[in-house]
């Protein structure tokens, strides 16, 4: 007889549905498979609702919202991500950063619309990074992604044109937006040679430019004044384009840095990435981060000093100690080799890690602690001592906290709760 459960085991699913399994069992050949039990990282619906509808509340009706989901939705899971938006119709467009995560969140799609006997999701898709038009043409022919949903980005008049000869070439509509910088040095086509170009940008049949937009990097410097002049610049830019053209154009430059200090600027769409996953960008407190990564404590114990603690050397305690383990390490978090100083919250109380950080182990010492147990929750990032920005202030880190929080790996289960 055939195994019903054939399809449905997580392990033959794509990392990032796996969660629709978490509280499920299914039996195979003598063998209990489920989700993660040692280390997973939750992530709070409520908290991203809260912070899209904080997000709406900036901006004027009808402004369209463009969730980023590169780097793996910044930790957080490409496609559960992006079906959970889509299915709460949080977002009217998602954006990713390379050509593999199209195909990745392409694939996890089909998987599930397949599984569940109904269409795949249909929201837009923008590649707001950089692609070679051999890139495209292998993507379109290969029937990886629907070229009726996605949307490419154009960053050079010689990238323009050979997106637009291979469109004519094989009878294949393009959509693009074109990223647009002060300068032709910089990211983008420069305002100037847009504007003088800007005829033969919406004369091919088959390359359809539809959208504009921008990317200000003042705005992380945090200089108020620079990121204002800069913004009035896009802004007179803007204005010079044919009326015939701008009615065809989706544009946009307001990016999660820029939303809650310049709401006026938002034109016909926002690209919101931290903001949505509630990480701070001069929101003033009003978002609530939808992070939380977990492991359990499996086992207790007091260590004498003669006794190694791992394979590390020096890693001899002075002493006896009460030492916790559990299964997590840079395996699961890279983001745990660039501290300096690891805490672990365990019953409220914080805790340094009493050893390196291995691949799939941490050994914090609790000693003093009596209470804790195996099956204790262990938090390293979520919220008390192990925000992400304590955490920075701590290691005195120079990232930014959303680039940190990409380092998660799809090993590490994501429970959307």
Same mark, same amino acid.
């Not at 199209?102 to 619309?113: F, N, Q, S, T």
């Not at 599984?115 to 590649?127: C, I, M, S």
């Not at 038009?133 to 009726?148: F, H």
């Given at each position: ?26 039996? +195979? ?5 489920? &989700? ?16 899209? &509808? ?22 957080? =899971? ?45 929201? %837009? ?13 292998? /993507?379109?022919?290969?029937? $990886?992604?629907? %070229?009726?949903?996605?949307?490419? &980005? ?20 393009? !959509? ?30 088959? @390359? ?34 044919? %009326? $015939? ?39 003033? =407190? ?23 603690? !791992?394979?590390?050397?020096? !890693? ?37 890690? @009493? ?11 609790? !000693? =003093? ?11 390293? /990032? ?11 202030? +701590? ?23």
């Amino acid at each position: 007889m055939g195994n019903r459960y054939a399809n449905s085991y997580p392990d033959r699913l794509h990392p990032e549905v796996r969660y629709r399994h978490r509280k499920k069992c299914v039996y +195979r050949e003598g063998l209990t498979q489920m &989700s993660c039990k040692t280390a997973w990282a939750e992530i709070d619906t409520g908290a991203i609702r809260h912070n899209v &509808s904080m997000v709406k509340q900036k901006l004027k009706a009808g402004t369209r919202i463009c969730a980023v989901l590169k780097g793996d939705a910044y930790g957080h =899971g490409l496609a559960a991500m992006a079906r959970f938006l889509g299915s709460e119709g949080l977002a009217d467009m998602i954006a990713v950063g390379r050509p593999d995560e199209l195909v990745r969140l392409a694939e996890a799609e089909r998987a599930v619309a397949c599984r569940e006997g109904r269409k795949a999701d249909q929201t %837009p898709v923008l590649l707001i990074g950089a692609v070679e038009a051999d890139e495209v043409e292998a /993507l379109l022919l290969s029937g $990886q992604i629907d %070229p009726g949903r996605v949307i490419f &980005s154009v960053f050079s008049m010689r990238q323009y044109q050979e997106l637009r000869r291979l469109a004519q070439r094989r009878g294949i509509r393009i !959509s693009l937006h074109v990223r647009v910088d002060e300068w032709d040095s910089g990211m983008g086509i420069g305002y100037d040679t847009f504007l003088r170009h800007e005829k033969m940008f919406f004369s091919s049949e088959y @390359a359809e430019v539809c959208g504009l937009y921008a990317h200000l990097y003042s705005s992380y410097f945090h200089d108020f004044e620079k990121t204002k002049k800069d913004l009035e610049d896009f802004d007179a830019f803007v204005r010079q384009i044919a %009326p $015939q053209y701008r009615d065809r154009l989706t544009i946009h430059v307001m990016n999660s840095a820029l939303l809650f200090d310049f709401p006026e600027y938002s034109y016909d769409m926002v690209r919101a990435g931290a903001a949505i996953y509630g990480l701070p960008c001069g929101d003033k =407190g009003v978002l609530r981060e939808a992070m939380r990564i977990c492991a359990r404590v499996f086992c207790v114990k007091d260590v004498s000093g003669s006794v190694p603690l !791992s394979y590390h050397p020096g !890693s001899v305690l002075p002493g006896k100690r009460r030492i916790a383990r559990m299964m997590i390490g840079y395996g699961d978090c890279p983001l745990l080799l660039t501290q300096k100083d690891v805490s672990v919250e365990i019953r409220g109380k914080s805790f340094r890690l @009493a050893d390196d950080v291995c691949m799939d182990n941490l050994c914090v010492d609790v !000693s =003093g602690c009596d209470e804790i147990t195996p099956g204790d929750i262990a938090v390293l /990032l979520g919220k008390g001592n192990v925000t992400p920005e304590k955490i920075m202030k +701590r290691n005195e880190m120079a990232y930014v906290h959303s680039d940190w929080l990409c380092m998660t790996t799809e090993r590490l289960e994501k429970r959307f709760v």
